[in-house]
């Protein structure tokens, strides 16, 4: 099993820029896919960025070009570099953790694959 922790939300203005931590405890963090994830206020979750055991990363094409998704297994953080953001990525941020063996890249923004979730923390961008 692994507990999660999400760090590093505040409030930022449009065009501006936030790094977004997840600190792991428990064994085996490097095997893990992990993922981000957002809830606007009303609104679905929706995956923002994905990252596999092997360093592979995805992200939503509404991110891509802004968001970064990076992994430290030594430090057992994922971390999500959000560049450029806008008022649209105003809402609470959430990692998931799934065991590679379980894990499926294609469905990687589908919350239901992972069953590690970490309490969120909240970013609020104004314009």
């Known amino acids: 099993q692994v507990q999660l922790v999400e760090s590093g939300g505040g409030s930022v203005q449009a065009g501006g820029s936030l790094r977004l931590s997840c600190g792991a405890s428990?064994?085996?963090?490097?095997?893990?896919?992990l993922a981000w994830f957002h809830q606007a206020a009303g609104k679905e979750r929706e995956g923002v960025a994905f990252i596999s055991n092997l360093d592979i990363p995805y992200y939503t094409d509404s991110r891509k070009d802004r968001f970064t998704v990076s992994r430290n297994n030594l430090k057992k953080t994922l971390y999500l570099q959000m560049n450029n953001v806008n008022p649209e990525d105003t809402g609470t941020y959430y990692c998931?953790?799934?065991?590679?063996?379980?894990?499926?890249?294609?469905?990687?923004?589908?919350?239901?694959?992972?069953?590690?979730w970490g309490q969120g923390t909240q970013v609020t961008v104004s314009s």
């Open positions: 428990g064994d085996s963090f490097s095997n893990y896919c």
């Open positions: 998931a953790a799934v065991d590679n063996l379980l894990c499926n890249s294609r469905g990687w923004s589908k919350g239901q694959m992972y069953p590690y």
